[in-house]
């Protein structure tokens, strides 16, 4: 194997990583909106319980999933969180005092590198996914494909 191989291997690579990130946001995106949906026609109809319908995620889970969903650009507060989480239906009530919750999980995901502060968090500056490497290679190169 020539150089050249190695090349289109790595940007071959680099190009399916990338599109396998975008796909897996938008799942990530259209699972949140189907579970606000749900959880909005679940009240309307009056059902108590659906087997058919996984159960909610425990809240790290469901908060990496809106990370997921994100932009990297995009910064979100610890209140846009429980807002989100709590139209998707999540159970608030589970948690005595949610927001603080939520920013337990949200410490911990910054200490293991899963997303970053964006701002002074003290005075109510948000957060941001980190940046896949697939994000970054595109970032770098400036298109999946080098030129």
Not at 36 to 45: H, V
Not at 98 to 106: E, K, N, P, Q
Not at 127 to 139: D, L, V, W
Request: charged share 25%; no cysteine; proline share 4%.
């Amino acid at each position: 194997m020539g150089n050249e191989d190695y090349e289109r291997a790595y940007d071959s690579a680099v190009t399916e990583m990338h599109r396998l990130e975008k796909q897996r946001q938008a799942i990530e995106a259209r699972i949140l909106h189907l579970r606000q949906m749900i959880s909005a026609m679940k009240a309307l109809a009056g059902i108590k319980d659906d087997a058919s319908v996984q159960p909610m995620p425990r809240l790290t889970q469901a908060i990496r999933s809106i990370f997921t969903a994100a932009s990297p650009t995009d910064v979100i507060t610890a209140r846009q969180i429980r807002d989100t989480l709590v139209r998707s239906g999540f159970p608030a009530q589970n948690h005595q005092n949610f927001l603080a919750s939520i920013h337990s999980v949200l410490k911990r995901l910054v200490e293991q590198k899963v997303i970053d502060p964006a701002g002074d968090v003290a005075f109510g500056a948000g957060f941001r996914r980190k940046r896949s490497a697939g994000e970054i290679a595109n970032f770098i190169i400036g298109s999946p494909e080098r030129k």
